[in-house]
């Protein structure tokens, strides 16, 4: 081996290796930083039920997030399975309508989320007439979620092994029976995986809610009725700059709620597996 | 009951149809009104004087994507180079998750902690430099950007090595390669389609991407002037001023959201090219 070869490779060792732990590195950072700073702003006062200019309470905004992301997946979830089972069960293989329901996934999936903002405005809170409102905010949110939705039961359903389907048709049941009585609760891991992940993107929304749920910081009393979630209610503290050790405590409760929704749908995951094999 | 399903199904189709009537109708007459050209390439942004050009912030968006890239690519594909060749069995799975919970902190989160850890460090440095400024510029949505697409592009480039065949690596090896050079001259050259689709896939994050932007690029609507300078995005252009627009002012703000709405679609057609030529491979 020449030399200069010898060097290559460790110089490009060196960088593979620096990249990893600049990537790492960045992750503790975040996670230590705002831990370390918005842990001990976590008072008691900030968990009272209303807000007030004295008392930045980010118990609304929790509550009215807990009602948004129930809402959204109400919406969200039958579409979502209903769609995957027929792709996966019904749809025959090179059927154009399947590839036309693939290219409008994949076209959700990429939109950013101030466009869903706008058009939730334009559609939910203009032309129906809506208004900001909590409900408008849920069914711009399901919008969002579908296609992950979707991906992630569809994948599941494909993961059931074709043995059960033919078991169930052999003791006589029938095809509906067989998708709700044997495939269904075989993929119930993997389809919980998908709503977990959802649960988590809808918590941390921020762009697509401001215009369509607004910004009201009091629990909203019914669904027309407008209101911030936990994400919006971060943001409007921070750039307000007035409370930011609010701001930081609210940082905190988000990322707790995303690091616990990732572990659970992994370990949601994890189970599928381990039921197929 | 099939027809049930069928109609679920349809839900997708109609809300991507939904979603392309309600922008363009409201979007394309105001672009008549002020003239696709004042538009499109107007570099002033004045609605009190009922000037709306967007070309600030179209070049602010490709210019914090870019800068997003240079940082966010290389890191990434070197990154992903160590998951899928020399991390440790053992702590693969914490590291995997780590990405993943890279993934899923919200972007608000982000562009927080951008304001409070990265805007700091930029207004020190330039103000060591003389050159003033609060550390909202292009660099340090740029910054944060890269950090946010990291996951994206490790994702994806991990499953693409992944998928090259075990051959191609014990051949290289067997033929006296190197570890390094086997990767980076087989490897990656073998996943090259999946490698550039991850890196597309970043740049509609990144040009998408708005809360966290906002919360560090300064907001300027004003031709971009330096890495160092404040900056407005197409995204942030809309949150920050659709509040309070009216008439022709908010029809511009969706407009802009159309002209970014062409790009997300641009780039997710790029994607899915990307995926079918890496399929046939």
């Not at chain 1, 998708?179 to 762009?207: D, K, Q, Y």
């Not at chain 2, 909202?136 to 090259?164: C, D, H, N, W, Y």
């Not at chain 2, 001259?185 to 708005?210: D, F, M, N």
Request: glycine fraction near 10%.
């Amino acid at each position: 081996m020449t030399k200069g070869r010898k060097i290559e490779s460790i110089i490009l060792r060196v960088l593979i290796y620096a990249a990893a732990a600049v990537t790492f590195a960045v992750l503790l950072f975040l996670l230590a930083y705002i831990l370390i700073n918005g842990v001990p702003n976590l008072k008691p006062s900030l968990f009272s039920l209303e807000y007030n200019t004295e008392n930045a309470s980010l118990m609304p905004a929790l509550i009215n997030t807990v009602i948004m992301t129930l809402l959204s997946l109400v919406i969200a979830i039958p579409f979502g399975i209903f769609s995957a089972i027929f792709l996966v069960e019904y749809a025959k293989k090179g059927n154009r309508f399947v590839g036309i329901i693939r290219l409008t996934t994949e076209t959700l999936q990429g939109i950013p989320s101030i466009v869903y903002g706008l058009f939730g405005m334009l559609f939910f809170v203009t032309a129906l007439g809506w208004g900001y409102s909590i409900l408008a905010g849920a069914f711009t949110m399901s919008i969002m979620i579908l296609p992950l939705i979707m991906r992630t039961t569809e994948e599941a359903l494909k993961a059931v092994p074709d043995t059960y389907r033919e078991g169930s048709f052999g003791l006589g049941a029938g095809k509906l029976r067989t998708i709700f009585r044997i495939v269904l609760p075989a993929a119930v891991p993997g389809i919980m995986a998908g709503v977990i992940l959802a649960i988590g993107r809808i918590m941390g929304e921020t762009a697509a809610l401001m215009y369509t749920a607004g910004t009201v910081p009091d629990i909203a009393a019914t669904p027309m009725s407008s209101g911030r979630t936990l994400a919006v209610h971060m943001y409007n503290l921070s750039s307000e700059g007035l409370y930011m050790d609010q701001a930081y405590a609210t940082a905190v409760i988000l990322l707790v709620v995303v690091v616990a929704m990732n572990a659970l749908s992994a370990f949601a995951a994890r189970k599928l597996t381990k039921g197929t094999r | 009951m099939q027809g049930v399903f069928f109609l679920a199904a349809c839900a997708s189709v109609l809300a991507v149809a939904l979603i392309c009537i309600f922008l363009f109708a409201n979007g394309i007459p105001a672009m008549s009104e002020i003239g696709i050209f004042d538009f499109l390439l107007g570099e002033e942004w004045r609605p009190s004087n009922n000037i709306y050009g967007i070309l600030p912030m179209i070049m602010g968006s490709i210019y914090v994507t870019a800068g997003a890239i240079v940082i966010g690519v290389p890191i990434g594909i070197f990154t992903s180079v160590f998951m899928a060749h020399y991390c440790p069995k053992k702590i693969y799975p914490f590291l995997k998750s780590a990405t993943e919970l890279l993934a899923g902190i919200p972007s608000v989160v982000y562009g927080f902690f951008g304001l409070v850890v990265i805007v700091p460090m930029i207004r020190n440095y330039t103000a060591a430099q003389g050159i003033g400024g609060n550390g909202q510029t292009m660099l340090t949505a740029s910054i944060i950007l890269g950090i946010m697409i990291l996951p994206t592009i490790i994702g994806v480039t991990e499953s693409a090595m992944r998928s090259v065949p075990d051959q191609y690596y014990e051949g290289s090896l067997a033929l006296g390669a190197t570890k390094e050079r086997t990767i980076f001259r087989i490897v990656i050259p073998a996943a090259k389609s999946g490698v550039i689709a991850g890196i597309v896939l970043g740049i509609g994050r990144a040009i998408g991407e708005t809360m966290a932007v906002i919360m560090v690029a300064g907001n300027q609507p004003r031709m971009p002037q330096g890495i160092l300078e404040g900056v407005r995005t197409m995204t942030t252009n809309i949150v920050m001023e659709m509040g309070y627009a009216a008439d022709l002012h908010r029809e511009a703000l969706i407009a802009t959201a159309v002209v970014l709405f062409v790009f997300i679609l641009i780039i997710n057609a790029c994607v899915s090219l990307l995926n079918r030529r890496s399929e046939n491979d």
